[in-house]
């Protein structure tokens, strides 16, 4: 089976198991509120944003709000979220060039995303599927760099290696699944501390299958054109 093929049926059983509809788990009911829980999650869990945003939220509504804060007001709200400082910096002056150079909406290009200070790619990708459904590009956080490497779909580790990579071999229209899905299959079973190969739907095909005796059949998998 080709690269490709393989990615799709990779593809087919993730969505099988997991659904085609996954969302992220980042609290938020609005863009701004998406914006900034996507924004402050770089090096946190969920778990840590999801705990801080709805006061944040409920003292802070709109970008005008955030730019014009009080940065030790907006620090001491941002507690709790890892590099909160920096955080808290950046995010007053990305609200401030939302206002003054996008009137005051988030941009819907990954370029236009990345000028804003603090926001890299992983957080653009999200913001723009989560919140507009453009697939521009495929989010690669920690959980998709280490099943991409089980399965080897890339050899590289550093994300937007991987990501150009995940662009080649899946097709474009799904680029957003492909990262939840990758997400979802990283946090069920095959977790960077721990795989659980018995319980994953691709332990037939994955070349780190502790269910295979050696990696050479599936290898083999992908490395004839014709499968
Ligand atoms: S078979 Fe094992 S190593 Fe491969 S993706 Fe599943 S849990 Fe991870």
Known sequence: MEKER????????????????LHTELLHKNMTELFVAVFLSPQCTDKQINNITPELFRKFRTFHDYASADLRTLMRHLNGVNYYKTKARNLKKASKMIEERFGGNVPKTIEELMELPGVGRKVANVILNEGFGINQGIAIDTHCITVVGRLKLSRHKDPKKIEMDMMRIFPEGEWGNVSNLLIALGR????????????????????????????????????????
Do not use: H, M, N, Q
């Open 188 to 227: 069920d079973v095959c977790t960077a501390r721990k795989k659980r190969c018995e319980k994953c739907v691709l332990a037939d095909i994955c070349p780190s299958s502790d269910l295979l005796k050696s990696g050479r059949k599936s290898v083999r998998i992908y490395s004839k054109k014709s499968g």
């Open 6 to 21: 393989f990615a799709r049926v990779v593809f087919d059983r993730l969505a099988g198991r997991y659904g085609r509809s």
